[in-house]
């Protein structure tokens, strides 16, 4: 299950406050009509055809966009089921998009920020805070993804790169429809969910633009858990 698409509705107020918005990822359809509808507003996006995992693409993407004042990575792989049954290649795919990727574009995006600074965020999960049946390799990851972001929160906060995290509960988009359309499932997800229902991508939006924003110029090495709740009990 690629998460990636949890990422399309983000941009759009960026622009707003007259920023130039890169949209990237393999997919180019979905991309495209979506850099088109925000043109077609008015706002500034263009978007690039880019494999996270692949560092010679990340390197080459982040020289053609030149200095960065954000990233946002919510690219994401999920491979379900039961421990003693992993497979290695299921966790060599899920470690290669959900921790080496995430790694790669913090660093290369780091490397391109300025005296200013500026803000890396991580879409990561509410998985990266607790466990969860079928979900060992999944956990692993976003764990390790929060233990990066507070590292690198650590160590480039002198340069002004505040590093963040979001972790969003079950995000209702076509990817998940297959697990929303199981009422087992849906019953079980919306049990955990204090205020419930499922998340949407615009309640992932304002965390976003929060962290990337002035207003949270003090937060930095965090997670804001975008959950309605599960983690609390």
Same mark, same amino acid.
């Given at each position: 299950?690629?998460?990636?698409?949890?990422?399309?509705?983000?941009?759009?107020?960026?622009?707003?406050?007259?920023?130039?918005?890169?949209?990237?990822?393999?997919?180019?359809?979905?991309?495209?009509?979506?850099?088109?509808?925000?043109?077609?507003?008015?706002?500034?996006?263009?978007?690039?055809?880019?494999?996270?995992?692949?560092?010679?693409?990340?390197?080459?993407?982040?020289?053609?966009?030149?200095?960065?004042?954000?990233?946002?990575?919510?690219?994401?792989?999920?491979?379900?089921?039961?421990?003693?049954?992993?497979? +290695?290649?299921?966790?060599? @795919? !899920?470690?290669?998009?959900?921790?080496? =990727? #995430?790694?790669?574009?913090?660093?290369? *995006?780091?490397?391109?920020?300025?005296?200013?600074?500026?803000?890396?965020?991580?879409?990561?999960?509410?998985?990266?805070?607790?466990?969860?049946?079928?979900?060992?390799?999944?956990?692993?990851?976003?764990?390790?993804?929060?233990?990066?972001?507070?590292?690198?929160?650590?160590?480039?906060?002198?340069?002004?790169?505040?590093?963040?995290?979001?972790?969003?509960?079950?995000?209702?988009?076509?990817?998940?429809?297959?697990?929303?359309?199981?009422?087992?499932?849906?019953?079980?997800?919306?049990?955990?969910?204090?205020?419930?229902?499922?998340?949407?991508? +615009?309640?992932?939006?304002? @965390? !976003?633009?929060?962290?990337?924003?002035? =207003? #949270?110029?003090?937060?930095?090495?965090? *997670?804001?858990?975008?959950?309605?709740?599960?983690?609390?009990?």
């Amino acid at each position: 299950m690629d998460r990636a698409a949890s990422g399309w509705a983000a941009p759009w107020r960026w622009p707003r406050r007259g920023r130039h918005v890169v949209v990237a990822a393999r997919g180019q359809a979905e991309l495209q009509a979506s850099v088109a509808e925000m043109q077609g507003a008015g706002l500034s996006s263009e978007a690039l055809a880019l494999d996270v995992t692949d560092r010679a693409a990340v390197v080459a993407a982040m020289d053609r966009v030149g200095p960065l004042d954000a990233l946002v990575n919510s690219a994401g792989l999920a491979r379900h089921g039961p421990a003693l049954e992993t497979a +290695e290649a299921d966790y060599d @795919a !899920v470690m290669a998009v959900n921790v080496k =990727a #995430a790694y790669h574009l913090a660093q290369e *995006a780091a490397r391109r920020m300025g005296a200013g600074g500026g803000s890396i965020i991580q879409i990561s999960s509410q998985m990266g805070h607790v466990g969860g049946l079928d979900r060992a390799v999944y956990c692993a990851s976003k764990h390790a993804v929060e233990g990066m972001t507070k590292a690198m929160a650590t160590e480039w906060g002198g340069r002004g790169i505040r590093v963040n995290t979001v972790c969003p509960t079950f995000i209702r988009t076509p990817l998940t429809e297959p697990t929303f359309a199981d009422p087992e499932k849906r019953a079980w997800i919306e049990s955990k969910i204090k205020l419930g229902r499922v998340g949407r991508v +615009e309640d992932i939006m304002g @965390a !976003v633009l929060f962290l990337a924003s002035d =207003a #949270a110029a003090m937060v930095t090495g965090t *997670a804001i858990l975008v959950d309605g709740g599960w983690t609390a009990g």
